[in-house]
Every structure is written in C-alpha cells, then in structure tokens.
Nanobody, 123 residues
Framework: VQLQASGGGLVQAGNSLRLSCTAS????????MGWFRQAPGKEREFVAA????????YYPDSVKGRFTISRDNAKNTVHLQMNSLKPEDTAVYYC?????????????????WGQGTQVTVSS
C-alpha cells in the first residue's frame, strides 16, 4: 500500500492541526493505520493507531486527550486531529500501515510508510 501524508505546518502553541494520509494500491480496510513522529536527534515514536475496522484506537500518554485518530475507509484516508499543540510536538509526522496488526504500536511492525510531513509548534 502506498501512503501520502499531508497537512503539516507551522502553528503556535495551543493551536490545532489536522494531518491526513491517503492510501492507494491495496484494500485500505485491511490495514491498521498508525501515526508516528520523529524529532531531530530522536528515535521515531508512536503517536496514534486505529484498527482496520475503526473500532479500537491507541495513544501514548504524551498525546492522549489532545490527539484523535480517525479513518474513512470509503475514502482510503486516515486523519490525525492534533489539538492543544505544544512545542515538544514538533517533529516530522509519518503515517504507516500494518495489515490487521491487532493494535500494534511498534515502529518495527508497520511495513508501509508515507513520506512524512513537518509539524512545527512555536512557543
């Protein structure tokens, strides 16, 4: 499956952004979808995931209550709504796909990746 992420940008702390990722090439509804991020000098980290059915979402404590992942299987799209952004959310954000992964949050488990979109949050 091929993935194309979009929606990044520069925002002030406290504001919101919505990232989108569009998939092509395979049956989108067969895939768990995830968002990860990587800041300069740091390892790629898990941000959010949603199961192939849309039932079941997962977040780390660092974004829980601020970020929301959703998907539209009819449009082959997954979104990440990011509210109350903080400077520490600054990173390149990647969407990723895993065929019916059972709710995995591991970078190593996701086999297909988009190109990344930059999110910069100023203080």
């Amino acid at each position: 499956v091929q993935l194309q992420a979009s929606g990044g940008g520069l925002v002030q702390a406290g504001n919101s952004l919505r990232l989108s990722c569009t998939a092509s090439g395979r049956t989108f509804s067969d895939y768990d979808m995830g968002w990860f991020r990587q800041a300069p000098g740091k390892e790629r980290e898990f941000v959010a995931a949603i199961k192939w059915s849309g039932i079941g979402t997962y977040y780390p404590d660092s974004v829980k209550g601020r970020f929301t992942i959703s998907r539209d299987n009819a449009k082959n799209t997954v979104h990440l709504q990011m509210n109350s952004l903080k400077p520490e959310d600054t990173a390149v954000y990647y969407c990723a796909a895993l065929m019916r992964g059972g709710g995995s949050r591991s970078v190593a488990d996701f086999g297909s990746w988009g190109q990344g979109t930059q999110v910069t949050v100023s203080s």
